[in-house]
């Protein structure tokens, strides 16, 4: 499963030929991640997608209606950050807990390395 700079979304079961597919209208992806044996991307307006296969899509809701950037996985959760200082986790990339973060600033992007960081992790960055 690849994603393209525009947030389509493709397969392969060979790495050479590619085959678009199909995603809600209500979602453009910005970021993609696999973990917990599933694809999750996030979209603008809070939604998140998730994906067993990275066929079939399912919009879900994150709490938040803030436009989301970027999302990884790592050391067991799901990270996705966006507008307004928005930080999500989750345990399983459905059901998703906002962390305050008291910034202004928009995160731009994450990355497991930060979430499986000693200094990070004994700070309690995100959990």
């Not at 493709?10 to 599933?38: I, R, V």
């Not at 731009?108 to 004994?122: A, D, F, G, P």
Request: proline share 4%.
């Amino acid at each position: 499963v690849a994603m393209a700079s525009n947030g389509s979304i493709f397969t392969s079961t060979d790495a050479t030929t590619w085959t678009k597919k199909p995603l809600p209208a209500e979602c453009y992806p910005k970021s993609m991640t696999y973990g917990k044996n599933q694809f999750v991307a996030v979209c603008d307006l809070g939604k998140i997608l998730t994906s067993p296969d990275g066929t079939t899509w399912t919009v879900n809701s994150s709490g938040t209606a803030q436009n989301l950037f970027s999302i990884t996985y790592g050391n067991n959760q799901f990270v996705a950050v966006g507008y307004s200082g928005t930080i999500l986790t989750s345990a399983d990339g459905i059901t998703w807990t906002i962390k305050s973060t008291g910034l202004y600033n928009s995160p731009i992007s994450v990355t497991s390395e930060l979430l499986t960081s000693r200094k990070m992790k004994s700070h309690h960055f995100i959990d």
